[in-house]
């Protein structure tokens, strides 16, 4: 099995993806783009369980950037019909895996029936402790960074906080990700060696992969490629 190739003693904690390749995938095919995010959706599924079986314990991916919203319209429509009805499929399965699901970014942009599917997610999982996926919607790192300001500011301002007292843990505290453990490693896939905005704070100190393979087609034998490639790494964090 390609898991023997991993030390257990390695296994990262905390995995973020960003999950490129929907739409070249589908292209390749002769496809519509839908059938990419749907397949897209089956890739997460797949990989959220190839992370418990490796011994990951928290899983963040980018869904829908702030960006997305300048595709076309009908690809957007598309994008939150399909992503209610997923959340709506896959809910009940994470309960009884005991898989705790968190959606983080400006979640007010989306339609109310839209948000009260992820509040009811949220809720029906929240004392799950086996897994953790966060997903990222509506998301951009430097939006987070500005609403972190911005919560400060209002604090700041209520006399809860003085300006000499900001740190780095005063802004840690007020990202989407508060009490969060930032990933250890970040994989991207179809091979853009960029982190567009994604988790921009968090992603300090992470390593980075990169791999050719379309997000379709990532399986539990790529996971494990990123894992064995990461525990070949000497993290020294800017110390010699």
């Known amino acids: 099995m390609p898991a023997l190739k991993l030390d257990p003693s390695k296994i990262p904690e905390h995995v973020a993806i960003i999950m490129d390749g929907n739409g070249r995938w589908a292209t390749q095919k002769g496809l519509p783009r839908t059938a990419g995010h749907k397949e897209g959706v089956e890739a997460l599924l797949r990989t959220v369980k190839a992370c418990g079986d490796v011994g990951v314990r928290m899983l963040t991916v980018y869904a829908f950037s702030t960006e997305n919203w300048e595709r076309p319209r009908d690809e957007v429509d598309f994008l939150i019909s399909f992503f209610a009805s997923t ?3 896959v809910t009940k399965d994470l309960v009884e895996n ?11 942009a989306f339609p109310e029936e839209v948000r009260g599917k992820m509040r009811e997610a949220m809720d029906r999982t929240k004392d799950n402790a086996k897994f953790g996926l966060n997903v990222m919607v509506n998301y951009g790192g430097r939006a987070e960074i500005v609403d972190a300001v911005s919560k400060i500011v209002q604090q700041s301002e209520k006399g809860q906080i003085k300006s000499g007292e900001i740190s ?3 802004i840690e505290n007020n990202l989407y990700t508060a009490g969060l453990p930032d990933p250890e490693l970040l994989i991207r896939t179809a091979y853009e060696r960029r982190i567009s905005n994604f988790l921009l704070w968090q992603l300090a100190y992470t390593e ?17 490629d990123a894992i064995a490639d990461f525990q070949k790494r000497n993290r020294k964090f800017g110390r010699i």
């Open 87 to 89: 959340i709506d499929r």
């Open 98 to 108: 005991e898989i705790r699901l968190r959606f983080f970014g400006r979640l007010d």
């Open 168 to 170: 780095e843990k005063v």
């Open 208 to 224: 980075l992969y990169f791999t050719k393979t379309l997000w379709p087609d990532f399986d539990k034998t790529k996971l494990v």
